[in-house]
Nanobody, 118 residues
Framework: QVQLVESGGGLVQTGGSRRLSCAAS????????MAWFRQAPGKEREVVAR????????YYADFVKGRFAISRDNAKNTVYLQMNSLKPEDTAVYYC???????????WGQGTQVTVSS
């Protein structure tokens, strides 16, 4: 069992930066791919970024490439999402997720709201 708790959300101005953190419980954190998703009002949940268990492999959605960076610290059981050059369309609830096979989501966090003001 893995529990995920996100933090770092809040209100930020257009062009600003924010770093989200996701703290995971359990001793098997390092065996999971980790991902960040987001869901804006009235829209489906979409993947933002994903990182392999060892932090070497990463994937980014086109709409965040060059602006967001995902990283992890397995010693701290934590995954991060550094968000730069934020835009109003980045406003959403951001969710942390753990997946053992890199595809099927095994665990979700409760989400953290990020609001980008124009």
């Amino acid at each position: 069992q893995v529990q995920l708790v996100e933090s770092g959300g809040g209100l930020v101005q257009t062009g600003g930066s924010r770093r989200l953190s996701c703290a995971a419980s359990g001793r098997t954190f390092s065996s999971y791919f980790m991902a960040w998703f987001r869901q804006a009002p009235g829209k489906e949940r979409e993947v933002v970024a994903r990182i392999s268990w060892n932090g070497i492999g990463t994937y980014y959605a086109d709409f965040v490439k060059g602006r967001f960076a995902i990283s992890r610290d397995n010693a701290k059981n934590t995954v991060y999402l550094q968000m730069n050059s934020l835009k109003p369309e980045d406003t959403a609830v951001y969710y942390c997720a753990a997946t053992h096979d890199g595809v099927k989501i095994d665990y979700w966090g409760q989400g953290t709201q990020v609001t980008v003001s124009s």
